[in-house]
């Protein structure tokens, strides 16, 4: 099949920096002070920050804090909203150090491996929920070695760093392609990929759809492409071999606003758009330059793009002129939802243009605003 759409994840989160996260009154709480010296922090799934009372809030972490230094200390566990045990670790001086142990929701160890200043070290092992063994990775400052890999059956595919290898991985919130998952399927040879690794797109109870080839030269990725030919884009690079978790980024203590647009990812892959298509276009940034448009949204998701009027404060009608195009080619918003049912409705998409160190333009600070109250959920 041919790909033509690009797949964000994990790229320019529209986030505040731990210094906002002060509990006060009538601001989000992001952590609160327990007996004893601890403190309990507030994350969603994907470990960023979460206020206590927003709905997104699904794992809470008790510990100690070193606010002059703003970094964890000491032994920490981490807990779903039903009490079960998610995660329990140690930081020494701000480090993660010592062994970390992760659950399934069932409380079956789900992976165990030691950390070395701030570094896994030695063997990463993983087990299904039944307590099988998953796969053994070993880490060092050389990077992986694909040790051993079990199928669900119990079958061994890979051993000792030889073999074939399958494994899915989800996506972490909004994507194109409206897949909940990738699947990764090749050889391994020497604990690394070798020769050519299949990448397929599904979702629970459907079948996989083919969506590129990668190759793969003791360990290193020479080529991708699908069945129209190269495919150059950095987006397919990222896409990860092995398992991961979310639990590091904890160490950023960076926030979300409590809204589906912003929890989903959608803040990052409007951000992601805007970004490239700007350094695409080859147009100078001077200074950074504030946006605004209005587009109709119905119930569907679907955008009405001929309603969308954009403005922005660069005084160059060329470049809004490419700010504009850009809006034009994103075709889907969340719907509104009012109160548990989708609405029509006409959204607000503001956001900045600023320039890096070197010179590339980025977009920051999206925000959408919806004209329905109860919105996105």
């Known amino acids: 099949m041919m790909i033509k759409k690009l797949i964000y994840i994990l790229l320019f989160m529209s986030s505040l920096g731990f210094q906002t996260i002060q509990a006060q009154e009538d601001k989000p709480v992001f952590y609160e002070k327990l007996d004893q010296g601890l403190i309990r922090f507030y ?8 206020a206590k009372d ?11 804090f070193d606010f002059t230094k703003q970094v ?61 063994p998953l796969l053994t990775i070993t880490e060092n ?14 079958k061994q595919d ?10 899915a991985i989800p996506f972490e919130g909004f994507t194109e392609f409206g897949y909940d998952f990738y699947l990764r399927r090749g050889k391994v040879k020497n604990g690394k990929p070798q020769g050519n690794w299949n990448t397929y797109f599904y979702n629970v109870g459907q079948q996989p759809i083919y969506a590129l080839t990668q190759r793969f030269v003791n360990g290193e990725l020479v080529a991708s492409y699908d069945d129209n030919g190269d495919l150059n884009n950095e987006d397919f690079q990222i896409l990860s071999i092995l398992p991961y978790d979310y639990f590091s980024r904890a160490d950023l203590l960076t926030s979300k606003s409590c809204n589906f647009d912003d929890f989903s ?24 330059v504030n946006f605004t448009y209005l587009v ?27 700010l504009s195009r850009i809006a034009k080619n994103i075709d889907f918003y ?30 920051h600070s999206i925000k959408i605003e919806r004209q329905i109250d109860n919105s996105s959920k």
């Open 43 to 50: 994350f969603d799934k994907y470990y960023y920050l979460a």
């Open 54 to 64: 927003c709905e997104f809030k699904t794992i809470e972490r008790v510990c100690k």
């Open 72 to 132: 964890f200390e000491g032994e920490f566990r981490d807990f779903a909203s039903d009490g079960s045990r998610i995660l329990v670790g140690n930081y020494q001086d701000g480090k993660k150090e010592g062994l970390f142990q992760a659950f399934h929701p069932n409380g079956v160890l789900k992976w165990e491996v030691n950390f070395k200043a701030n570094r896994p070290s030695g063997e990463w092992k993983y087990y299904y929920p039944d307590g099988k």
């Open 141 to 154: 400052e050389r990077g992986y070695f694909i040790k051993d890999y079990w199928d669900n059956r119990g």
């Open 158 to 167: 890979v051993s000792n760093g030889e073999g074939n290898y399958e494994f």
């Open 265 to 288: 990812n959608f803040y990052a892959f409007l951000a992601k758009r805007f970004t490239d298509g700007v350094n695409k276009s080859g147009m100078e940034l001077v200074n950074q």
């Open 296 to 322: 109709e949204v119905k119930k569907t998701g679907m955008a009405t793009i001929r309603s969308l009027k954009l403005v922005s404060d660069s005084n160059n009608e060329d470049f809004d002129t490419i």
């Open 334 to 363: 969340f719907p509104t939802y009012k109160p548990d049912q989708p609405q029509d409705d006409t959204i607000k998409v503001s956001g900045s243009i600023g320039k890096n160190s070197d010179g590339k333009a980025y977009a």
